[in-house]
């Protein structure tokens, strides 16, 4: 509906400018009419000047018999003109009668069939709170708007300390992309590339690459990134339902016929509800950055259900998982905290824990107690662990115990590779410590 009106209003102001033009008529040009008016101000300007006396009388004479022997072969051209020149004229003059006219239609239809083709006509105006509601389909509303601004400020003051901060790169990328509405731009495709190697698994890199892939039309290759990262979410990730819908469009889009998706894993699952058919293709709908407010609010909406089932330890580490998405360390630690009280959390997941604890600390600030206890725990798991090396090191060094914060330090700068970036500064550390 709301491109019909956008298609009439544009045809009615396109019909308005057009009106005077097509009414218009051109006056006939004559040529011999504009040579002769030449002559005659030729020979109006002669008449001035051999009035004021700057031209001799036979040398006026002169240039008079030759502006009216002009005149004459004017005339006789102006009779011999054949039928041909005629009809060339009168074919300009329907050129530019008639060009712009159809300029002014042209642009206005190219304009439009590229919406078609690359836009999203369907979209809904409606935001999707108010369309879940109407479909009958409870859903809590985003509790707060993605602060794409401070989340860029936030990345970019990390990579300003360490410019290899991976979970700093996916964050810029991720801003930039819904800074351009939704677009990857150059600069954010480059800041998840660089990401990528140090975090292969992390869902938000994989689905802004895939987008890339998608918009760059390599479909096949968007739909294969992200049917892997589908395989490998937990069955209720939160981002599942927005993945499936851009699935679905994508495939869709590029007349790609999908395989049937892999069937649910059997065995015991978390007690949490899975979003509904509606919920899914509603996401299909929304812009890149009310995708992120959808989730966080179905994130949210996980977080309240667990606080009523406080013994569900998959759901715990589910909704861990995703705060640590969404880049909220904080809450994600709590989740991992209390997936742990029900159950000692294995060595991959004391990694995620520890990580969450230390990207909440400000630059040159040292780990918390609790940030401490689960890198202990980590270093014990996995002796030769970086992340548990360098901040037990950190946080040693603080309390005084310089030999125990150089061990673990060098410790570490043997195992780094000899172009990590960060060996400049280890060096430096240990040498400040005495080592």
Avoid: C
């Amino acid at each position: 509906m709301l491109e019909f009106l956008l298609a009439l209003l544009t045809t009615a102001t396109v019909a308005a400018l057009l009106w005077p033009l097509l009414r218009m008529r051109l006056p006939a040009r004559d040529r011999l009419s504009g040579e002769l008016a030449i002559y005659r101000d030729q020979l109006a300007e002669l008449e001035r000047e051999r009035d004021a006396g700057t031209l001799k009388p036979a040398e006026a004479a002169a240039a008079r018999t030759e502006i009216e022997r002009r005149m004459l072969a004017a005339g006789d051209a102006a009779t011999t003109t054949t039928k041909g020149s005629a009809k060339a004229a009168r074919a300009s003059d329907a050129v530019q009668k008639w060009l712009p006219p159809a300029l002014s239609l042209f642009v206005p239809l190219l304009a439009l069939g590229l919406y078609l083709q690359t836009g999203r006509p369907g979209l809904p105006a409606a935001p999707f709170a108010d369309r879940v509601a109407k479909g009958g389909t409870e859903h809590p509303a985003p509790s707060r708007q993605l602060d794409v601004a401070g989340l860029l400020a936030e990345a970019r003051a990390r990579l300003a300390q360490d410019p290899n901060d991976a979970e700093a790169l996916a964050a810029l990328g991720e801003g930039l992309t819904l800074e351009a509405g939704g677009t990857v731009t150059q600069p954010a495709l480059e800041a998840l590339q660089r990401a990528l190697p140090a975090r292969p698994d992390d869902a938000r890199i994989l689905y802004y690459l895939g987008l890339h892939e998608a918009q760059s039309g390599d479909s096949k290759a968007a739909i294969a990134r992200w049917r892997d990262l589908e395989a490998a979410s937990p069955p209720d990730a939160p981002w599942l339902p927005m993945l499936r819908a851009e699935i679905a469009r994508v495939a869709k889009a590029a007349g790609i016929e999908l395989p049937p998706a892999a069937p649910p894993p059997t065995g015991p699952q978390s007690a949490t509800p899975q979003p509904s058919r509606e919920q899914q293709e509603a996401m299909a709908q929304l812009t890149p950055e009310q995708r992120q407010q959808a989730i966080r609010s179905m994130v949210e909406g996980l977080a309240a259900r667990l606080a009523d089932a406080p013994q569900d330890r998959a759901g715990w580490l589910r909704l861990a998982n995703a705060w640590k998405v969404l880049g909220e360390n904080a809450n994600a630690a709590d989740a991992y905290g209390r997936a742990d009280t029900l159950a000692p959390v294995d060595a991959r997941i004391l990694a995620d824990w520890a990580e969450a604890h230390v990207r909440q600390l400000a630059p040159g600030a040292v780990p918390s107690p609790q940030a401490v206890a689960v890198l202990e725990r980590l270093e014990k798991a996995e002796p030769r662990n970086a992340l548990a090396l360098f901040y037990l090191g950190v946080a040693a060094e603080a309390a005084g115990n310089k030999p125990a914060a150089l061990q673990r330090w060098k410790t570490l700068l043997a195992l780094l590779p000899a172009d990590a970036p960060i060996r400049g500064m280890l060096e430096e550390r240990i040498k400040a410590a005495g080592g």
